[in-house]
């Protein structure tokens, strides 16, 4: 790769989407930090509070209760979506007309609204009805997802995968079709198992998209609201309340503006935070 | 090993497929069938519930203002997008890498931390409970995006065809729209459905920058999902009816898919 030249008039060609973004992150995350930092009796009369939604929502049960929650979740989608995906992926053919159907077949999940995902579940999953559902009791398990949180949580997190997954295989696919032929060549040649030609071929050749695959699916699951919401509300209970629907209810149900935007702005920090550590770990794996 | 593989595949796609054909399932039987028990397929086959979307104008309304925001939001992404990419990929300026890290870092912000402020914002500005305010508040997460997966093809353009244009006497513009974006074409492509696809599937932003005249089909379906009782059939055939868009553009790009998400570095 040649080395880019020093222009300080490139800055020109980034203006109109610097002022867009500013408009839409700049704005808004400030208006966020002024609420966290006021409180109010009446419109349009605030007074500063300092550090006291922060305080109150570190020291909140309910918050940490919607953190905990969203990590299990992460941590669950992310075990099994990653692993799922690779294997899938590595099942897939790797030519023939067979491989435009089966992209498309497993991206069409992608393109279905985040809402009628969450409706098609919950349709899909209803104890009576519902070809999950039914099933499930039919097989003789107890299961009803508006009433058992271990139901619920079953639901959103196969919802998920099934939401999901196709990505991870859609990316693992790509720097898999990004191995030539001669290198499976020289492997069968040389007498390689497959596990060998795995290990020492094609998941090295896969490593950077899986991380860009793996961030993703954090961001992404981290910030999910639509499905769940729309699946479960949340419940049974708190049970299924993750951070961006806790944060919806304080801030839209509930009208807390203090406490939703300390919530948004510790929340956005973490997400922040994340990001940049995969950031530099990403650029670094690139330059070297 | 072969016919391993082959049923990994069509396991998955089958999985895929049954919530998928479920909704349709539902969506052409009558609702007293629906509550009547569980059933494989439709036993009195009934086309009222596409009727009803298909003559009702705030259902169909509905699907006219999405699109509306969609388009809007995919043609402002990907053309502020273009100058910006060529600029990130071919030069160094000062502040470069802090810029691009801040504009990904707001494809990665949670879109609940700014529902409230934004409904200030575009009320502020005039613009709420119309298209452009959803097609502008989307390019919050869009733009970065179409910035990324644009770098990653024009950076797989070599710079020499850059350098003989401007040496050809080609002004910045002309060589921009008349030899660089026809070779950047299929990267082009790729973004668009991207940014098509990431506006046609959000819905706390959509729902809450409008009320009642440019209300989009996602809100629609919440609306009837809670108040008009719980009319499944109806919900079924609005939620399959979204699914057209999609598998129409996915099949425009069905060549290049798995080559952006790896170039594109989704």
Redesign the interface.
């Known amino acids: 790769m040649t080395t880019k030249t020093v222009n300080q008039k490139a800055w020109f060609l980034v203006l109109p989407v610097l002022l867009i973004v500013a408009l839409n992150a700049i704005i808004p995350l400030m208006t966020v930090v002024n609420y966290s930092v006021q409180d109010t009796f009446s419109p349009g009369v605030f007074f500063f509070e300092g550090t006291k939604w922060y305080k109150e929502v570190l020291s909140s049960p309910r918050f940490h209760g919607a953190l905990g929650r969203q990590f299990l979740f992460t941590a669950i989608i992310l075990a099994i979506e990653i692993p799922l995906g690779v294997l899938v992926a590595l099942a897939m053919p790797r030519k023939g007309p067979w491989v435009s159907v089966c992209l498309v077949l497993m991206a069409l999940p992608l393109l279905i609204p985040w809402n009628v995902v969450g409706a098609m579940w919950n349709i899909f999953a209803l104890p009576d009805i519902g070809l999950l559902g039914y099933g499930l009791n039919w097989l003789g398990f107890d299961y009803n997802y508006t009433q058992q949180p271990v139901s619920a949580w079953m639901t959103v997190v196969l919802m998920d995968v099934w939401h999901w997954t196709s990505l991870v295989v859609l990316l693992a696919y790509a720097g898999l079709s990004s191995i030539p032929d001669a290198y499976y060549q020289a492997a069968k040649i040389d007498g390689a198992s497959a596990f060998a030609v795995f290990r020492y071929i094609q998941l090295p050749k896969m490593k950077r998209v899986l991380i860009i695959a793996l961030l993703l699916r954090f961001m992404d699951s981290f910030m999910v609201y639509t499905e769940p919401f729309v699946l479960t509300g949340g419940g049974p209970g708190n049970s299924t309340t993750f951070l961006s629907i806790d944060l919806v209810k304080a801030a839209i149900g509930e009208f807390n503006l203090g406490i939703a935007a300390a919530m948004s702005i510790l929340y956005f920090l973490m997400t922040l935070l994340v990001c940049w550590v995969f950031y530099t770990a990403m650029m670094r794996g690139e330059d070297s | 090993?072969k016919g391993?593989?082959?049923a990994?595949?069509f396991v998955?796609?089958l999985?895929?497929?049954?919530?998928?054909y479920?909704?349709l399932n539902?969506s052409f039987k009558t609702t007293n069938e629906?509550?009547g028990?569980?059933s494989w397929y439709p036993q009195e086959f009934t086309l009222d519930s596409y009727k009803t979307i298909f003559t009702d104008p705030t259902w169909y309304g509905g699907y006219i203002n999405s699109l509306s925001y969609v388009l809007m939001n995919t043609v402002?992404s990907v053309s502020?997008?273009l100058?910006?990419a060529?600029?990130?990929s071919?030069?160094?300026?000062?502040g470069?890498k802090h810029?691009f890290?801040w504009?990904?870092?707001?494809?990665?912000?949670?879109?609940?931390?700014?529902?409230?402020?934004?409904v200030?914002?575009y009320s502020a500005l005039k613009l709420f409970d119309t298209p452009l305010a959803v097609a502008?508040?989307h390019?919050?997460f869009n733009?970065?995006l179409a910035?990324w997966i644009l770098e990653g093809f024009m950076?797989g353009v070599p710079?020499e065809v850059d350098e003989t244009a401007y040496i050809d006497g080609y002004s910045f513009p002309r060589f921009f729209i008349k030899i660089f974006m026809p070779l950047i074409a299929a990267g082009i492509g790729v973004t668009a459905f991207f940014c098509f696809?990431f506006s046609?599937?959000?819905?706390?932003l959509a729902k809450?920058l409008t009320s009642v005249a440019a209300k989009p089909?996602?809100a629609v379906?919440?609306r009837t999902?809670s108040t008009a009782g719980y009319e499944?059939g109806l919900?079924?055939a609005a939620?399959a009816l979204?699914?057209i868009?999609?598998?129409i553009?996915?099949?425009f790009v069905?060549?290049h898919?798995?080559?952006g998400?790896?170039l594109g570095?989704?």
Do not use: H, Q
């Open positions: 090993m391993a593989k082959i990994v595949v998955y796609i999985f895929l497929m049954l919530p998928i479920w909704l539902m629906i509550l028990g569980f402002i502020l997008a100058p910006a060529y600029a990130f071919r030069y160094r300026f000062l470069d810029l890290f504009l990904l870092s707001n494809r990665m912000a949670p879109p609940a931390v700014f529902v409230l402020p934004f200030e914002l502008l508040a390019c919050l733009v970065p910035v950076s710079r696809m046609w599937v959000e819905m706390l809450n089909i996602v379906m919440t999902a499944l919900l079924a939620g979204t699914l868009p999609g598998v553009v996915i099949w069905r060549k898919i798995a080559k998400f790896a570095r989704v």
